[in-house]
């Protein structure tokens, strides 16, 4: 029988389901793995498109995580000012032996302290503030840093889970996955901004500002202010 390996999403308001599916899926059919998605209350939550969501453990009661998966969202902001989220982040990552995320969930983990001075992926949008909390931003898909994995925006989820996937069990157990989701993607291209057309990268630009990116970009930055601020003051004690 296969060890088990448990596994904890964290599920919160306004988060971006694939950020989370995509991975769970993956990872959900190792050998041993067991699923856990977790939140403050058993309650329902809804993600970013009105999908419901049921949380199947606490913070107050997960059991030990051997790995935790952070995904990203529009609720990214509210996750990096709650406190009650980014303790329990560092709780669990103290302990896990992979700690990651998927898009924007890379900087929750920032917010929590867990990232400084690592390398780490994040939406493309985004990830330059990453550099903010400490992290080093890397444009690349999949990113390890230890045990530290990041994937970057949205369906980088999926890859990084196969990472996992041959790390954890090997090469074959991976493909064997891989092959029994049909998962073999034949992208149109563009799928990033160096490689996009120049006239649909500027559209998406303006169809992201026109769905309130620069608010929460801007409330992002005043997060990173204020963690600067602690960080600063916690040096000169």
């Not at 406190?83 to 890379?106: I, K, N, P, Y």
Request: glycine share 10%.
């Amino acid at each position: 029988m296969a060890q088990r390996f448990d596994i904890g999403f964290l599920l919160y308001p306004q988060l971006t389901q694939l950020d989370m599916t995509g991975p769970a899926q993956v990872l959900g059919r190792m050998p041993g793995a067991r699923l856990h998605f977790i939140w403050k209350r058993l309650e329902p939550v809804s993600d970013d498109l009105g999908l419901v969501f049921q949380p199947t453990a606490t913070f107050a009661d997960a059991p030990a995580l051997d790995m935790i998966c952070v995904p990203g969202g529009y609720g990214c902001a509210a996750m990096m000012r709650d406190e009650e989220v980014l303790s329990w982040l560092r709780q669990a990552a103290a302990d896990a032996r992979f700690v990651t995320s998927v898009c924007t969930g890379s900087l929750i983990l920032a917010a929590a302290g867990l990232l400084e001075g690592r390398r780490s992926a994040c939406h493309w949008s985004w990830r330059d503030r990453l550099a903010a909390f400490g992290a080093e931003p890397v444009a690349e898909r999949v990113v390890e840093d230890g045990r530290f994995l990041s994937g970057g925006g949205v369906t980088a989820g999926i890859d990084f889970a196969f990472r996992i996937a041959e790390r954890l069990h090997g090469r074959d157990v991976a493909e064997r996955i891989q092959l029994a989701l049909e998962y073999d993607p034949a992208p149109l291209g563009g799928g990033t901004p160096e490689t996009a057309r120049p006239e649909i990268l500027e559209s998406t630009l303006q169809a992201m500002t026109a769905n309130g990116m620069e608010d929460r970009l801007a409330e992002v930055d005043r997060i990173a202010e204020a963690y600067r601020a602690r960080r600063e003051r916690s040096e000169e004690r």
